[in-house]
């Protein structure tokens, strides 16, 4: 048997907040700050659902990202040559 690394995928956590109709997904950050900047800016897809940068935790060190439960937020991507 191989296994190989999947490119642009990690390992998260996800929860669902009724009271204020959000999903939230979060995950490890190891290396603080340095992973949350690479990070913060991106739009991470989940279960085909866009979730956006909302906060990260520098005790815990996890980073947060939500979306309101509904239709996603429109984006636009950035196509490189």
């Known amino acids: 048997m191989k296994a190989s690394i999947v490119p642009n995928e990690f390992s998260v956590i996800y929860s669902i907040r009724e009271s204020d109709q959000t999903e939230w997904i ?3 950050i ?3 700050w340095d992973d949350v900047k690479k990070v913060c800016k991106k739009v991470l897809l989940y279960d085909g659902k866009k979730f956006f940068f909302s906060c990260w935790n520098s005790d ?13 937020a429109p984006t636009a991507k950035i196509l490189r040559k």
Not at 60 to 72: E, S, T, V
């Open 60 to 72: 815990d060190l996890y980073c947060y990202f939500k979306r309101a439960i509904g239709p996603d």
């Open 30 to 32: 190891p290396n603080g």
């Open 26 to 28: 979060k995950f490890d």
